[in-house]
């Protein structure tokens, strides 16, 4: 298995323009999670998904941020516009659900300058 | 609700010695727990889980887990550190929705 798949795997941009990460989750896998890691906050989940709808997006931190689902194999993360305080990793995992555990891509580093 | 406290955030040990990594969690469910390990610029690497079967959980990397109810504790353990131990270690609780609380993070350092 190739495991989650995530590209690009380094994004450096520039303040206010758009960003979009991509994720590929593991074939079967029906949840899908987006998270985001800081050294200040740590790891942080953003939203996630059950059979391709999203179902707590609680953490995505502002109007700015967004993410889809179209199919169970694809998932983006945008953020429309980008802002310096966005630079961090943003990992995607999926899993089984009922198995719990969360399978996590290489991540995606978002520099913003 | 669900919540892990990790204590020590950067934990230090020579090569051969035990390691101890210690996890606390709160749980309104029975819960399933895991452990995590974070290589540099890599992404999060499964190394065992409970998902209430036994309580002494055994992991990849000779990595092993013990689940206390009385003490709501499930403290990462290894017998003798390697090198290549050096990392930064996550545990997490497990809701009945598949949705994870991590921890902190303690970040292992192995001398040699």
């Known amino acids: 298995d190739a495991g989650v798949i995530q590209s690009p795997r380094h994004e450096v941009t520039e303040m206010g323009q758009e960003v979009t990460l991509r994720c590929k989750p593991i074939s079967g896998h029906n949840s899908l999670f987006w998270y985001r890691q800081t050294m200040m906050r740590g790891l942080e989940l953003l939203i996630y998904f059950n059979n391709n709808v999203p179902i707590d997006d609680s953490g995505m931190p502002e109007d700015r941020f967004s993410a889809k689902m179209p199919n169970a194999s694809f998932s983006t993360l945008k953020i429309q516009p980008s802002e310096p305080r966005d630079s961090a990793v943003y990992f995607c995992?999926?899993?089984?659900?009922?198995?719990?555990?969360?399978?996590f891509g290489p991540g995606t580093r978002l520099t913003v300058t | 609700a669900q919540s892990v406290t990790q204590l020590g955030s950067h934990v230090s040990v020579s090569e051969g010695a035990l390691v101890l990594l210690r996890c606390n969690y709160s749980?309104?469910?029975?819960?399933?727990l895991f452990w995590y390990v974070q290589y540099p610029n890599q992404g999060l690497q499964l190394l065992l889980k409970?998902?209430?079967?036994?309580?002494l959980v055994k992991g990849i990397n000779g990595f092993e887990a013990e689940f206390k109810k009385s003490e709501t504790s499930f403290h990462l353990t290894k017998p003798s550190a390697h090198m290549s131990d050096a990392a930064e270690y996550f545990c997490?609780?497990?809701?009945?929705?598949?949705?994870?609380?991590f921890g902190s993070g303690t970040k292992l350092n192995v001398k040699p």
């Open positions: 749980s309104s469910v029975p819960p399933y």
């Open positions: 995992a999926s899993s089984l659900m009922g198995r719990h555990e969360q399978y």
């Open positions: 409970y998902t209430s079967a036994a309580t």
């Open positions: 997490a609780v497990s809701d009945n929705f598949n949705k994870f609380y």
